[in-house]
């Protein structure tokens, strides 16, 4: 059996990754190693890969930060990073081959000598190898020292290693990409400074779920719904992104950023470019990203009316959270007295363009919703009120396919069925496909996915540069009305519920209602 067929029987859901997507020896630099998401999602990742066998021949992980630790006290830390935090428990035999190679460097964000150090110390692997290796440096540290590193990153040399080869650099940018339209041109400007676009990996973690991959099978592998994908039949797409969980202990960022930038500006409105984007012509990554685009931009600017305009904000008081009772947001820990940051917002998009005239896409994302579900939802219109009513009363429901995201990930089409008896009456029934039942349930993390393909150099599920600066186009005269306006206009909801009654204005005023 060879390792492909192998690693496809042990794991199905690789069908298809491991045959042709072989990474070149790679050295990754993590930049904020000592960091919350490099131990809960990144040194995971890389070991699940590891299981997996998809970690290059040679491969080398550095550890940056301003901290002394020394070498085998970060290895160490990253074991327990992986007994605590991975899918699958550590196996310390796949583990020691990365973990031999695994070392810690202390330096500045903005110390020229630091990265030149490091630089020395990564030509002193290609030269203990004897062969050329792939740096991919990922920025996972707060944004206030993005444009440092990646500045660094240029002065030292290492941005260009390579260029034009397979083993070009790569940089992998975290979240938040700029706070408004402002900010992220500047990052980008400074990003396109020093790396080629081709080089550079901005991620949203939403995009390396398997769920919102298969959006595109689901949508352009199969026959029967891209004929009814469009305004003819689908009268409004909502798109839920909820948490159940509150602010924790990132209060202190939480309250600069907002539902808003959080949630909406990235990941739900990724969703919403998926969902409503037209086929690309192939499955390269410019042809996909080319079709996001075009549906951000074909977004029309929201009326930001208090009344009847297209959005809406909120933050949570005190409730109870799957029967348990939780504090409301300004009670939570470093929650300035005089915040009015949303924990909640709704907008209702009209996407201008010939599938999507006249079809509101409603989306909406809170914490301490009343449970963490992420769903999109096509509702149908109605057939023609002609038969199976009663008098005036049309009695069947919309169609309604509902693509849940998480968790539960799955499609449901709900459809109406006649109720068996001897009289002719109807009720929605569901068909359910469940990812657990025919899949099984352990499926990669959306952070094994995507540094794979940046070592591979598929861009595909990365934001491009444009497709970053058209969202934050659209946010961000909200976020600026919404500053101007501070308090009024913020309405409320209690922790445990689905949110305001005011989004359910912008509904109710084109007759419609959440799921
Ligand atoms: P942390 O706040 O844990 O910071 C990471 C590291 O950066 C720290 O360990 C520290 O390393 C360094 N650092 C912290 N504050 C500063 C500062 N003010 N100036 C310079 N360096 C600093 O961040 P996370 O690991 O939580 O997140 C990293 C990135 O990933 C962020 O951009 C975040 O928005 C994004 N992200 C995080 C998620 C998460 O779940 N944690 C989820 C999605 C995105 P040292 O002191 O050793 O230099
Ligand atoms: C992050 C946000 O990008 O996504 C967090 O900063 C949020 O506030 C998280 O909790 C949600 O991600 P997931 O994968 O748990 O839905």
Redesign the pocket.
Known sequence: MTQASEDESRHPFLKGLSKHRGAPPTVVVIFGASGDLTARKLVPAIFNLGVDNLLPGDFHLIGYGRKEIPDEEFRSLMDEAIEEHSRRPLSKEIWERVRHNTTYHAGGYDEASSFASLAEKIDGIEKEIGREVQRLFYISTPPSVFEPIISNLGSSGMAKAHLHTKFASKVIVE??FGHDLGSARELNAAINEVFEESQVYRID??LG?ETVQDLLVQRFANSIFEPIWNREYVSCVQIT?A?S?G?GS?GG??DT?GALR??IQ??TMQLVALTAMEPPVSLDPESIRDEKVKVLKAIQPLALDAEDGDVVRARYESGLVDGEPVKGYKEEEGIPEDSFTETYAALRLSINNWRWKGVPFYIRSG?RMAR?A?EIAIQFKRPPGILFSEGNKFDVASNTMVISI?PDEGVTLVMNSKIPGLETRTQPVKMHFRYATTFGSNTPE?YERLILDAMIGDSTLFIRGDETEASWKLITPILDHWNEAGEEGLATYAAGSWGPKESEQLLASNGHEWR
Request: aromatic share 14%; glycine share 0%; proline share 5%.
């Open positions: 979240k938040p973690h939403y779920k992104v948490e969980l602010v990132r960022y939480y950023s959080d949630m990235n990941h914490k963490r992420s998480q959306a």
